[in-house]
């Protein structure tokens, strides 16, 4: 294929300037041209960009010297070739020294073609070294001012050729001290001996890149980056870029660090953290946590972003789905914070607090939540279960104030008919008088309970008679459950007792009757049995703190609906519960095993196929103690021998009923409406007073104050406080207050006389 050529031709001989083209065209060239035969024509073409110029020696108005001479100045890089017929030797030679490329004369002008071929290669050459030359220039400029070190190294020695200044300033060397060393002397990676391998991989390889360590010359050492080529001009060399990396390095530890903080903290924490992309809709990251709280893998989350919405409950989706759309539109301010629940794969709810903010963004970036998600679910259980519990504490306060007045109450109708039974002749009255007293005994009773259940606290660890505490519980749920459920106990007499706090016992008990109760919505029967057993090593197997030997076994069975065998393990779960959420935490039975456990002892359940449910608590023994078959038959309190006892009472049916009984058996009695009252009466007749019987909650002066200041003015006068509601701290209260004895309001007539037989007969 021919070359294109663009000439520009002076020449004032058409004939001879169309001999030159063909010849051109011969040599493989296709020519376009331009013929000028004087200066203004040529000032008029010389800076186009013709790839060479052809040129006559000498015409009439131009010539070759002239127009070389125009050429230099406005488009040196173009070739100038003298073609002339009439130039001789001398004027040849003086053209080629103005800077002309060839001559040729015009009867021999088949070396027009090499002749052209030699010119396009020289100014392709002189061109390309001048670019070289500025390329240098420029080069050395750059290293000059570069904040990189540049080295050049020779490949054969590794000694160091040329460094700019910044190279130097990072070693601590002087430029001069650099170009008397070598690379491996101030790099501790590269061994002198491993050297020329080196330099032939990166020969072979034409060029490096890598991190590397350079040492100071104080000896101190910094990461670097570098990026070598090899360069080949007149002899070979590596050309080396050198970037000190330690702040990077800092950094990139730095972050590394903060990174594995992050991971650290986002895998250990129980909350779940996570970052999603508002605009294109998925989630970027979701913590571990994420699997624990939804049971769901997080690869599934990734994959389907829409799987956190459709998690959330119905009823509670559009509110949280609205409050994360307006905390994205309101960026960058936008936060939510939400309590709300989610649904488990196994349709099991969750309850969770999600707290969700928008993350600021420089311009371009793609806009970002992030949020915490809490799972609150045993937070709300509780929470819900502190509500229940200041209910419970409000109904027991007005319980207690309810109790005081009911004691005040039923106090007479107690200690009223012990004196008028042997005034009552007939046997229908006495009845009647017999009927009066048992109601006022079971009222108290009730009151009783109901203040253990509702503001008892547990106690220390006494002998308990499980039998005793079956029947009160019998006797309480005669009272209070359906009619058409019977309640049956069946106890051996000769139970031992146990070791155990009375109020948790109790606890123990009324948990698993109602749950029975529950269990028999359309009535049954509920039993409780109660007998002794001998445990061995394999029965004992598995239950922590249980040892084999003597063990009072005691059984609430009914006859419900039973108990699944799916759920049957789980029962005694925190917060398991079948029931709905108005009707129970789930807290009951794990209540209960808690209890049974801190008594040594373990629990049961069983639910045959054809209903019912039984569950058995066994209890160790006591390994002593008393070991009451039955209630002890009471024996008949002395009469007085007219000791004087003051009774202080603020309700007058108390005084007058007290007064009545205690007269009638021998005492002398004087009565004080309050404590000031009172101490009033005995400093009066401090001499005569033996014993004084006082309530505790009283106007003007209670019963605390008031057994203070007697026992300052005497510490031989006995005192017994009576009170309803005397919880552990007013007990104690008493007895720093000198009190010797504490009794129950109400109280019967034998009571209060055994008392008061009791401390007369004791030494003061």
Not at 79 to 86: K, L
Not at 126 to 145: A, G, I, N, W
Not at 599 to 613: D, K, Q
């Amino acid at each position: 294929m021919p070359q294109p050529l663009h000439v520009l031709m002076v020449e004032d001989n058409p004939l001879d300037a169309e001999l030159v083209l063909r010849t051109l065209r011969k040599a493989g060239f296709e020519p376009s041209w331009v013929r000028v035969d004087n200066e203004q024509a040529f000032m008029a073409q010389v800076r186009e960009p013709f790839d060479v110029v052809l040129s006559d020696h000498s015409m009439p108005q131009f010539g070759s010297r002239r127009a070389l001479e125009l050429l230099k100045q406005h488009n040196p890089e173009v070739p100038f070739i003298v073609v002339s017929g009439t130039i001789g030797e001398e004027s040849a030679v003086e053209a080629m020294r103005c800077g002309a490329a060839d001559y040729l004369m015009k009867d021999r002008l088949s070396r027009l073609g090499s002749a052209v071929l030699h010119a396009l290669s020289q100014a392709r050459l002189r061109r390309e070294s001048r670019r070289t030359v500025e390329e240098l220039t420029l080069f050395r400029k750059l290293m000059d001012h570069s904040n990189d070190g540049f080295e050049v190294l020779d490949p054969a020695t590794g000694r160091f050729i040329d460094v700019n200044a910044t190279g130097a300033a990072m070693t601590g060397y002087t430029r001069d001290e650099l170009l008397e060393l070598k690379l491996f002397d101030i790099d501790p990676t590269i061994p002198e001996t491993s050297w020329p391998l080196i330099a032939d991989e990166i020969r072979a390889r034409g060029s490096f890149s890598g991190e590397g360590v350079h040492r100071r010359k104080d000896g101190s050492e910094f990461p670097v980056e570098v990026n070598a080529v090899w360069v080949s001009l007149d002899r070979d060399y590596f050309v080396t870029v050198v970037r000190d990396i330690s702040v990077r390095k800092k950094a990139e530890a730095s972050l590394r660090e903060s990174e594995e903080r992050f991971r650290e903290l986002a895998d250990t924490i129980h909350e779940v953290f996570w970052i999603a992309d508002v605009e294109k809709g998925f989630f970027h990251y979701a913590s571990p946590a994420f699997e624990e709280t939804w049971r769901r893998t997080r690869e599934a989350l990734y994959a389907d972003p829409g799987l956190w919405r459709e998690s959330i409950h119905p009823e509670d989706r559009e509110r949280v789905v609205g409050a994360s759309a307006r905390a994205a539109a309101e960026y960058p301010e936008g936060s939510y914070d939400e309590e709300f629940r989610i649904l488990r794969p196994d349709g099991s709810e969750r309850w969770v607090r999600e707290r969700g903010f928008a993350i600021k963004r420089a311009p371009g970036e793609p806009q970002r939540m992030a949020g915490v998600v809490e799972d609150v679910t045993e937070r709300k259980a509780l929470q819900a279960q502190f509500l229940r519990a200041q209910r419970m504490e409000a109904i027991g306060s007005l319980a207690g104030g309810m109790a005081h007045d009911l004691n005040n109450i039923l106090a007479p109708m107690l200690i009223v008919p012990a004196l008028l039974r042997d005034s009552i002749k007939g046997e229908h009255d006495r009845q009647l008088l017999d009927l009066i007293e048992k109601g006022a005994r079971r009222g108290s009773h009730v009151i009783r309970q109901l203040l253990t259940f509702s503001r008892g606290t547990a106690g220390a660890r006494i002998l308990v008679q499980l039998r005793h505490l079956a029947k009160e519980m019998v006797e309480i749920m005669r009272e209070t459950f359906p009619k058409d459920i019977t309640v049956e106990i069946h106890a051996r007499h000769d139970l031992r007792p146990v070791l155990g706090d009375p109020t948790q016992l109790h606890q123990v008990l009324m948990n698993l009757c109602v749950n029975a109760r529950d269990a028999m919505p359309s009535g049954g029967v509920l039993r409780l049995s109660l007998s002794h057993v001998e445990l061995g090593e394999k029965d004992v197997a598995g239950h922590a703190n249980v040892r084999p030997g003597p063990h009072v076994a005691l059984s609430v069975e009914d006859t419900g609906q039973g108990i699944a065998a799916d759920i049957i393990d789980r029962i005694f779960e925190p917060f398991f519960t079948t029931k709905d959420a108005s009707k129970g935490t789930g807290l009951g039975l794990s209540t209960v095993l808690g209890i049974v456990r801190s008594h040594n002892g373990f629990i049961t359940v069983a639910s045959p196929p054809e209903g019912g449910a039984r569950f058995t608590l066994f209890l160790p023994e006591a390994a002593d103690g008393a070991d009451p078959m039955d209630d002890p038959a009471a024996e008949s309190p002395r009469r007085g021998r007219g000791e004087t006892v003051l009774v202080v009472d603020d309700e007058e049916p108390i005084r007058i009923a007290m007064r009545s009984v205690l007269e009638r058996f021998g005492y002398r009695v004087l009565t004080a409406r309050d404590g000031a009252d009172g101490l009033d009466v005995y400093l009066k007749q401090r001499d005569a007073i033996r014993i004084v019987l006082s309530d505790v909650a009283m106007p003007v002066m209670g019963g605390v104050p008031l057994a203070r200041a007697l026992r300052i003015m005497s510490s031989s006068v006995k005192i017994v406080a009576i009170s309803g509601l005397c919880d552990a701290s007013c007990q104690e209260d008493l007895l720093k207050a000198g009190v010797d004895m504490i009794l129950s309001k109400p109280c019967n007539t034998q009571e209060l006389l055994e008392v008061i037989s009791s401390l007369l007969s004791s030494p003061s």
